[in-house]
């Protein structure tokens, strides 16, 4: 099972109002990361993390925000969500093996803005 | 900055048959390739990684070869089964825009048909 948990997994929710994607992991990673995929389309990075107090952008362009106070915990917040914010947003966090980057990403929350 | 791409949005076979999936990168020739497995609605999933000088890489039913003079890995799922049924993405480090993360590519739509 995976040991990176999101919440909620589906979350539908009217434009304007401000929402909190969670993000939680117990295997003690220091880098964590977010996407954001449409369906069918390829993943964009949007913020990372490389450990507590670091929060970095991503690839693509977010109107959201993330905070890192916690290792385990790496929230994703919209101050005021928007109809072009629904997408699937993916958390993900890795480790070094040797000298291989290796990902474990959560299950996801897809969001819908009404 | 590198580009990946997965020349096959979609890929169906029947089953007992040998899948082969392409994934082709632009720039430098990275240090290790990976792929991963991404089911419908879920994050996706580690699968296996192979390094710059091995040329080939196995696991179970599946095999991975990585030819950094095409600049070209190719991903085999022998006697393929409907459970086998995903989307697959390659993986490798981008030393371009975030450097030290992964990008993903696009990914391959595979079915396999009984």
């Known amino acids: 099972e995976a040991d990176i948990y999101q919440t909620p997994r589906y979350l539908v929710i009217g434009t304007g109002k401000k929402i909190t994607l969670e993000c939680s992991q117990t295997?003690?990673?220091?880098?964590m990361y977010w996407y954001q995929q449409d369906p069918g389309m390829e993943l964009h990075l949007i913020h990372y993390?490389?450990?507590?107090?670091?929060?970095e952008k991503g690839d693509l362009s977010s109107e959201s925000t993330v905070s890192r106070i916690r290792t385990e915990h790496f929230p994703l917040t919209l101050e005021s969500a928007r109809p072009s914010h629904t997408s699937q947003y993916l958390c993900a966090s890795s480790e070094w093996e040797g000298h291989r980057l290796i990902y474990t990403f959560g299950s996801g929350t897809r969001l819908t803005v009404v | 900055s590198q580009k990946i791409e997965q020349n096959s949005e979609a890929l169906n076979i029947q089953e007992g048959k040998t899948a082969t999936l392409t994934c082709n990168y632009t720039?430098?020739?990275?240090?290790?390739l990976q792929w991963y497995r991404q089911d419908p609605g879920r994050g996706p999933v580690f699968l296996l990684l192979i390094r710059e000088n091995e040329k080939e890489k196995r696991k179970e039913r599946l095999k991975v070869t990585f030819d950094t003079t095409l600049k070209q890995s190719l991903f085999h799922i022998t006697a393929s089964q409907p459970a086998d049924s995903a989307t697959y993405l390659c993986?490798?480090?981008?030393?371009?825009?975030?450097?030290?993360?992964?990008?993903f590519g696009k990914g391959t739509k595979l079915s396999v048909k009984p």
């Open positions: 720039n430098y020739s990275p240090a290790y």
């Open positions: 993986a490798l480090l981008n030393y371009g825009g975030s450097q030290g993360n992964l990008i």
């Open positions: 993390s490389y450990g507590v107090n670091s929060t």
């Open positions: 295997m003690g990673h220091d880098k």
